[in-house]
């Protein structure tokens, strides 16, 4: 995935639904789902959501029975890959420079520091 724009929030909530479909999804679906999770948008602001997730190319749609029904173009790992490393460059652009400045504003307590021990290990192979 080149870099995109940034998803909002609310965008975010609207990605996870068609992730978590697993299949091509209309608006009145999607609003359904988010109902369930409390979520009380109409179909307006889901379309507007919508609309702004194509143009930002992560999303796409076709045409179905006289309905608009909808399908990611990039997945959710890797948009969380693009995500994080759009993140770390922010930091000078490696994992290291990264840590350093998290580890300078809280110091890396000896749980943190034996999960990070492990999570590289897993790279020695």
Known sequence: ??????????????????????????????????????????????????????????ISSTKSKNRRIYFPLVSREEYNRNEAENFISKFGGTLKDFLSAFSNSRPLNEKDIQELKEWLEKFDD
Do not use: C, P, Y
């Open 1 to 58: 995935m080149q870099k995109k724009q940034s998803i909002s929030e609310s965008e975010m909530k609207v990605m996870k639904k068609i992730w978590e479909s697993g299949r091509m999804i209309s608006v009145s679906e999607i609003v359904a789902e988010l109902k369930k999770d409390g979520e009380e948008w109409n179909h307006t602001t889901i379309s507007t959501f919508l609309t702004r997730l194509e143009d930002k190319k992560v």
